[in-house]
């Protein structure tokens, strides 16, 4: 069976990439296309839905069509059809990024644990900078931003509808298979969706919940209508992730996407529409959001332990750091490092409670693995994609898509930045591949500003809704209305 999926896979995307190319009807170049495939084929049919060995690298179908858009990327630079773009301060950051990172794996035992550092390396963090560039370099267009957020946005509907069954224990309808029969038993019970983790699946809820947001301005009431059910959808996927981290993040991110566009009169509601449900549902909550059941093989009492084992992360990450405060142990090496400091008799902390586990922080698990180098350079990074976004943002000149494309790239760093405190979100390739993939498309679009000014896009894809239709769009998000 692998065998015949090896030769019909790559068989289906040349025909897919042939069919496309020749249908006119498709609003969208063939680039983007490609790199949006990465990021759906990776999230719903990668590693564990289908790889097959080849050499030291398994094939998965996400990794076959980053290989068809590197190729096709490739012909088309050798023809003269593409150029290779000039390094900005965001291509320098990842570039250093990367490169720290790669020494720092390389110069340690990067065959250790049947050489999952480099595994790390390569899958979580080198392919997600590729999709970065070609996103990047690949001259982008209003149209393809447009498929861009109709896509995510139905996949978002997708995922809020697993989620559901998920908590429901509706096996019988999830699909993929995986997500049910997976030996990967940790979090079974929330919503984990295709990632097998409810974070991920929260952040991925969070930006094709903005993505659905993208389209209010540009619909009729019956669309908006519609727009308020998915997002009700949605936001009940997002509980169903049972992860309290999710929820902030989803709320933040959802903050992000209404109150900057919003005026001040609208601001004023938005903040005592929110006092008010914070009020009425914090005597039911209160108590319950600290200790709940989540998992299903895991109890009330195991939840409680999960959030004092914090302090015990947080003790031995410290002690880890005072050692190697500048390289740190080695990137992917946590596993073993931190195994004589689980001994550790002065600390009066049961520490070897945290045997089992990984760093619950991003930035903690950078800090103890790549020392303050390896911290600073991706602190650098987050921040030069921050000040990208909300550059492309505050830009006026651009017409409405790409502007709203920085709002998303926002929400996805406030979401990586708060689940990123509770959670190591870089261990989980698609985390990290959204996030470049829109880095990139942020990078795109403020070195081709031109190409999404409001002078070159066409009339239609930024007009208000006709007088005969309700207006009910926040007024910021028409071009003619002044910013507060």
């Known amino acids: 069976m692998d065998l015949i999926l090896i030769i019909l896979i790559p068989i289906l995307i040349v025909c897919g990439c042939a069919w496309y190319r020749m249908n006119p009807q498709i609003p969208m170049s063939t680039m983007p296309a490609l790199l949006l495939g990465v990021v759906i084929a990776g999230s719903v049919f990668g590693h564990d839905f289908f790889h097959a060995p080849f050499g030291p690298i398994p094939i998965t179908l996400d990794r076959l069509l980053l290989l ?49 550092p480099l595994s790390r390396l390569l899958f979580f963090n080198l392919l ?31 995922l809020a509808l697993i989620a559901l069954a998920e908590i429901a224990e509706l096996y019988a309808v999830i ?41 209010w301005p540009r619909l009729n009431r019956v669309g908006k209508f519609g727009l308020l059910l998915a997002g009700g959808l949605l936001s009940a996927g997002c509980f169903a992730t049972l992860t309290r981290s999710v929820w902030l993040g989803f709320i933040v991110g959802a903050g992000i996407f209404t ?43 195991d939840m409680e332990q999960s959030a004092q084992l914090r302090e015990l992360f947080l003790t031995i990450a410290v002690d ?3 050692d190697r405060p500048l390289l740190g142990c080695g990137f992917g090496q946590y596993t073993i490092a931190k195994r004589p400091y689980l001994q550790d008799p002065y ?14 922080n991003v930035f903690l698990a950078h800090l103890v693995e790549t020392g303050l180098v390896g911290l600073i350079t991706l602190l650098w990074v987050l921040a030069v994609i921050a000040y990208a976004s909300w550059s492309v943002w505050r830009d006026k000149s651009l017409d409405l898509w790409p502007r709203q494309f920085g709002l998303l790239s926002l929400v996805v760093l406030a979401h990586y930045f708060i689940s990123g ?10 985390n990290q591949t959204l996030l ?13 500003g031109l190409e999404f000014s409001n002078s070159q896009s066409s009339p239609s894809s930024n007009d208000p809704v006709p007088a005969s239709q309700p207006d009910l769009e926040l007024p910021s998000f028409n071009q003619k209305t002044t910013f507060s």
């Not at 858009?69 to 593409?82: C, N, T, V």
């Not at 301060?89 to 790669?102: H, P, Q």
């Not at 470049?436 to 081709?448: S, V, W």
């Open 175 to 215: 699909f993929p298979r995986y997500i049910v029969t997976s030996e990967e038993s940790e979090f079974f019970g929330r919503g984990r969706g295709p990632f097998l983790n409810p974070v991920s699946n929260g952040i991925f809820l969070s930006v094709c919940m903005c993505c659905c947001w993208m389209w």
């Open 259 to 301: 109150w900057l566009p919003a005026s001040r009169k609208q601001r004023g509601a938005l903040v005592l529409a929110t006092t008010i449900i914070a009020i009425i549902a914090s005597p039911f909550i209160s108590d319950k959001i600290w200790a709940f059941k989540r998992d299903k093989y895991v109890t009330v009492a």
């Open 421 to 430: 405190m509770f959670h190591d979100v870089s261990i989980v390739p698609m």
């Open 128 to 158: 997600p900078v590729v999709v970065y560039f070609l996103a990047r370099s690949y001259k982008t267009k209003i149209g393809d931003l447009r498929v861009i957020a109709l896509v995510l946005g139905g996949f978002g509907v997708y």
């Open 347 to 360: 600390s009066g902390q049961p520490l070897s409670l945290a045997k089992p586990f990984y760093q619950h």
């Open 68 to 116: 068809a858009a590197i190729a096709m990327f490739g012909w088309r630079w050798l023809k003269g059809r593409e150029d290779l773009p000039n390094f900005n301060s965001m291509d320098v950051a990842i570039f250093v990024w990367i490169v720290c990172l790669t020494l720092n794996t390389l110069s340690h035992d990067w065959r250790a644990m049947d050489k999952s």
């Open 320 to 322: 880890m750091f005072q």
């Open 436 to 448: 470049f993939f829109l880095a990139g498309i942020i990078n795109n679009i403020k070195n081709n």
